[in-house]
């Protein structure tokens, strides 16, 4: 078997390369969302890269729209048409088509760095202008002589459809939208302005204002694009706050267990290596405060020795509650419940206390209502909560002052204990520290009382475990009430059964706890 340093040493070299495996992750899903913006880090983005990236997906999803659409405009003008003009012209638009596919596909699958050369943009401008020419040209085939006013109908409604395609497809890049949709528009519009009769004036005037809608509207689609690609560019750049939140919560979250583990570790130490001498400390200094062996001539000895044993008792205590509460936060406190009366526990705690209120001058009153049934509960936990808040109570309460407590049902049919004194109180907004472990009021840093600050902590959390509640009320100069509250559950009056099943629950929590 290993030393536990050569333990401790592996255990720290795990955990070192897992944090390097994190950061290389972390590393990486930044780089991944600044790539996915499209620019690198130190430089200023306007989503030229994303705009290009749509671009090339729509038409590759269109891939078979636009031919399809030709190939009905072609048959179509066969009534017109030549049919060897029309097959001619067809062949060009497919391969000016193809063309802009492929160059999309090789865009597609070309790398970051190559994707950021301008070279792609001037190719899919080019590719758009010689698209747009070739439907361009279908505008100028010569028609049969019998072809009519129906002829020039099919001339502006292709132009609409073939321009409103085009703007949905180059909207995303505003150069492109120009070359392949002004070609058509100028060379309907010159072919209309030709003829004389107003029909024809009338279609170039609106072929020029579908023009400037379908301009606009291609405007508009690039407003919305920016908008999409802002709104996801947000949305990556949260992500990646949140997996950098996400590894410092880890972290964070690895340090305290760290620091949980080596808590345990130097409880465990402190329970062994300071117990041990404590006993010794306390067993010597006893028999020399009671002069065990021989009477001590020297008073001054006699004092140094009850000031050592008293000190080692206050030490001793401050050890057990210290332990006390770790071993409740760490899951490992057992309750051992067992049916009991919750006016004995408090009446056997009031007797113990009796010999301190006394020294003090101070009454202790006692009250209960009749016919309390049994608590299921921890009797070691309760006498615990109890001596705490009465020793409090006392300790502040001045000399000739009064305690009061009671025990009685609580307004949900559960039952409370209920301890008022007539001490100092506790300005209200020195309470959440006295609630909190180590905490202190005021009066008690100012009066050198002694304490650990731990009793309420303590209290607080052995009612947790039975499910109850736990209230602090006081005001300066009128004194301090603390009830503990037992919930309705906990009473006997219940079957059998119910208790059992609060004792699993509770059992079934703190297995949990010490799994976790």
């Known amino acids: 078997m290993g030393s536990p340093a050569s333990d401790i040493g592996e255990e720290k070299l795990a955990i070192n390369q897992q944090r390097a495996i994190r950061r290389r992750e972390m590393a ?12 690198p880090a130190n430089q200023h983005t306007s989503f030229d890269l994303e705009r290009q990236h749509l671009f090339a997906d729509t038409r590759i999803n269109a891939a078979y729209a636009a031919p399809l659409l030709a190939l ?4 179509i003008s066969v009534l017109w048409v030549d049919p060897i003009f029309i097959g001619i012209w067809f062949a060009i638009t497919l391969f000016t088509h193809l063309m802009m596919v492929l160059t999309s596909h090789f865009y597609e699958r070309a790398s970051s760095d190559e994707k950021a050369k301008s070279y792609w943009r001037h190719r899919f401008t080019l590719g758009d202008f010689v698209y747009g020419c070739s439907w361009a040209v279908f505008f100028l085939l010569p028609k049969n002589t019998h072809a009519g006013d129906g002829f020039v109908i099919f001339h502006f409604a292709t132009l609409l459809i073939v321009v409103a395609m085009n703007t949905m497809q180059s909207a995303t890049l505003p150069k492109c939208l120009l070359a392949s949709t002004l070609p058509m528009t100028f060379v309907v519009t010159a072919s209309f302005l030709q003829q004389i009769t107003p029909i024809h004036y009338t279609l170039a005037a609106m072929a020029i204002g579908a023009q400037g809608f379908f301009l606009i509207l291609g405007n508009q689609l690039l407003k919305n694009a920016n908008t999409m690609l802002e709104y996801r560019a947000d949305k990556d750049h949260l992500i990646a706050e949140l997996e950098t939140a996400n590894a410092l919560s880890d972290e964070a979250r690895r340090r305290a267990e760290a620091a949980n583990v080596a808590k345990s570790r130097f409880l465990a130490t402190m329970s062994h290596e300071l117990r041990t001498p404590l006993n010794a400390i306390l067993g010597f200094s006893e028999i020399m405060k009671d002069e065990v062996l021989g009477k001590m001539h020297n ?7 009850e000031d050592i044993h008293g000190s080692g008792k206050h030490l001793l205590n401050l050890i057990n509650e210290i332990l ?8 490992r406190h057992e309750l051992h419940e067992e049916p009991i009366l919750l006016d004995d526990v408090v009446e056997e705690c009031g007797t113990m206390m009796k010999v301190r209120a006394n020294v003090k001058s101070i009454s202790l009153h006692h009250t209960h209502e009749g016919d309390l049934p049994r608590v299921w509960a921890d009797e070691r936990a309760l006498r615990q909560v109890v001596l705490n808040l009465m020793s409090n109570a006392v300790k502040f309460t001045p000399v000739g002052g009064h305690v009061r407590i009671k025990v009685g049902r609580s307004s949900d049919g559960g039952q409370y204990v209920s301890i008022n004194d007539t001490g100092p109180g506790i300005p209200e907004e020195e309470i959440p520290t006295v609630l909190e472990a180590f905490g202190q009021g005021s009066h008690a840093i100012k009066s050198a009382e002694p304490g650990t600050g731990l009793g309420l902590s303590i209290v607080q959390a052995l009612i947790g475990m039975h499910d109850g509640k736990f209230i602090l009320s006081s005001r300066p100069g009128e004194g301090t009430e603390v009830t503990v509250t037992l919930p309705p559950l906990r009473n006997m009056n219940y079957s059998q059964d119910v208790a059992s099943g609060i004792s699993k629950k509770r059992s079934d929590s703190q297995d949990k706890a010490q799994s976790a």
């Open 28 to 39: 990486r899903s930044v780089k991944d969302v600044r790539s996915r913006l499209g620019t």
């Open 72 to 75: 009905i405009v072609a048959a």
């Open 324 to 331: 006390d509460l770790s071993r409740i936060e760490a899951g």
């Open 299 to 305: 008073s001054n000895y006699r004092s140094y020795a």
